[in-house]
């Protein structure tokens, strides 16, 4: 343990600053949690999935524009913005078809919370395994060949094409702050705040608030409900869109299962800020990647996962509202 808290003490600016970074993938996955729990109380299993579709769709879009960028900053933002673009608009039909598909039936029919969260982790399986089986659906229907170079080791690693080149744009401590360090929590930065006006500052996101807080009422006011529903399962998308981009321009890979643990990880981090507070799940995430990182130094890298979940298990003895604990139907300007 001494050793543990010795290595922390003299490695601390570089845990902390990569704790913020993937403290900040966490926190983007978490708005899509806490958005869809802030308005319909229902656990949105399948988000981890919407994340993953995001990730295979930024590598394919890059993919498809022939690899990795070799020629000026104009070229490099251009393939970036693709990739952006492929992995939102992936995201966002992926969540919205859940929404359509596997919840609304429910919703209309007035099923039990329980029955939702079932079909909620059915979908989250479905969708994981056609990207892992891919390459037979392709088959089966005689693409295989064409599509070959997108669905080939359909259940291994796909490895996203290096557009952002790794350099040190300044030091902090013995730590070399990277461009993607840069990127990767600013981005989590703007969205949040993005986000958070929308549902403060617009007419749209007043509906969201008043469905949240109550559904009834609103619609006696003129609030069509589904639209505020489907609404938000489209901003849980985009912003699931951005964090896939951001994972694979730090991890650099993905696979079908990849957002299981993450999504996992993700909902902790909701759970932490407070599942249905907007700012909670900016902190949350930041708070659970400082926590793992600080944690494996002292105990080891094995018991990253164990120190994440231990902290949920406290917050949840000490506080169960999270560490800001406001829903979104109570939020206020």
Do not use: C
């Amino acid at each position: 343990m001494e050793t543990g808290l010795t290595f922390l003490l003299e490695n601390f600016v570089t845990l902390t600053v990569t704790g913020l970074t993937l403290g900040a993938i966490y926190a983007l996955i978490a708005l899509g949690y806490t958005m869809v729990y802030g308005v319909l109380q229902l656990i949105n299993f399948a988000h981890s999935e919407v994340f993953m579709y995001g990730t295979f769709a930024a590598t394919w879009a890059v993919m498809a524009l022939g690899g990795a960028p070799r020629g000026s900053l104009t070229e490099i933002i251009g393939w970036l913005l693709a990739a952006l673009v492929a992995a939102v608009a992936t995201s966002a039909g992926i969540a919205l078809l859940l929404e359509r598909v596997a919840y609304r039936p429910l919703r209309r029919r007035g099923a039990p919370r329980l029955i939702a969260l079932i079909s909620a982790i059915g979908a989250s399986f479905v969708l994981a395994e056609i990207i892992g089986l891919r390459d037979k659906i392709t088959g089966a229907v005689g693409l295989d060949d064409q599509l070959s170079e997108y669905v080939r080791n359909a259940r291994e690693g796909t490895g996203f094409p290096q557009i952002v080149k790794t350099r040190v744009l300044f030091d902090l401590g013995d730590y070399g702050v990277t461009n993607v360090d840069v990127i990767v929590i600013s981005s989590a930065l703007v969205m949040m705040l993005l986000l958070d006006l929308f549902v403060n500052r617009t007419r749209l996101g007043r509906g969201i608030r008043a469905v949240a807080q109550d559904s009834e009422t609103a619609a006696l006011m003129g609030v069509n409900s589904d639209r505020i529903v489907q609404l938000t399962f489209l901003l849980g998308g985009v912003a699931a869109g951005v964090a896939a981009v951001l994972y694979m321009i730090q991890v650099g890979s993905t696979r079908f299962n990849a957002g299981f643990l993450l999504g996992v990880k993700a909902f902790t981090a909701a759970v932490l800020g407070g599942i249905g507070n907007l700012r909670g799940a900016l902190v949350g995430g930041f708070v659970l990647g400082l926590a793992e990182n600080y944690g494996s130094a002292i105990i080891g890298t094995q018991w990253q996962d164990v120190v994440a979940f231990l902290l949920l298990v406290v917050i949840l003895l000490f506080r169960p509202t999270g560490l800001l604990g406001e829903s979104l139907g109570k939020v206020r300007t």
